[in-house]
């Protein structure tokens, strides 16, 4: 059996390595990976082979299917109480009803992920959980304020644990809820931490020079964006 596991984790590890570049192969990998951990009673496989099915369902806008998949693997997960699973899903599942403009259904998903998160002390969970509950607020003027609320941790949590990535993401999304209240200084100040994160994380910066762009030309100074502007496109 524990060969078994092994080759099912390795199918796993090729179903993970494929899902955005060739989806289709992905699901054939995670189909048999399926199969096995069936056979040989591998629940905490089976449950990560329904996962990966649902993501590469998720790369082709497949909605559908992805809710199936990731309701299956959400349900083997609570029933072998696979915490850090459970915590994934709902937030995978949240995404998916977001992106249905589901907002409500999102948040609550969003909300019982980080839940889950903090109790197990998963941090990346957890800061995952507070960006995701504030890009629904963010949908909302009367809930730009929890929106804030929610960045401001998510960037404090990805600081603690050096996840730049994290962190230059939790800037971006203020900066933008910045210019949209008119608060264009503040907008800049998280721009600047962003950019410093995402050079560390090696993440493309078009999106900071873009918003640093439409700030300093919220303050009139137009030279300055334009060369942001000019540096978003090169």
Avoid at 39 to 66: C, M, P, Q, R, T
Avoid at 147 to 173: H, M, P, Q, R
Wanted: neutral net charge; glycine residues 6%.
């Amino acid at each position: 059996i524990d060969n078994d596991t092994t080759a099912v984790n390795h199918l796993l590890h090729i179903a993970t390595l494929l899902f955005s570049s060739n989806p289709d192969s992905s699901m054939t990998y995670s189909t048999k990976a399926i199969v096995l951990a069936e056979k040989i009673n591998f629940n905490k496989g089976l449950g990560y082979a329904y996962k990966n099915l649902g993501l590469a369902h998720y790369y082709k806008g497949e909605y559908s299917d992805v809710l199936i998949y990731w309701k299956k693997s959400l349900a083997i997960f609570e029933e072998i109480d696979h915490k850090p699973g459970i915590s994934n899903l709902l937030n995978n599942l949240g995404a998916v009803y977001q992106t249905k403009g589901d907002d409500p259904k999102a948040l609550d998903y969003f909300i019982k992920s980080l839940k889950i998160g903090r109790k197990i002390k998963d941090s990346s969970r957890t800061g995952t959980a507070y960006l995701n509950i504030g890009t629904v607020y963010s949908n909302q003027k009367n809930t730009y304020g929890e929106a804030f609320e929610a960045y401001l941790k998510s960037k404090e949590i990805f600081k603690n644990i050096e996840y730049d990535e994290g962190v230059g993401t939790a800037c971006i999304n203020m900066a933008e809820l910045y210019l949209k209240t008119n608060q264009p200084n503040l907008a800049l100040l998280e721009l600047s931490d962003a950019i410093d994160a995402f050079k560390k994380s090696g993440t493309n910066l078009s999106i900071s020079y873009n918003l640093m762009g439409l700030a300093h030309a919220e303050l009139g100074d137009l030279n300055k964006a334009e060369r942001y502007q000019l540096n978003a496109i090169l």
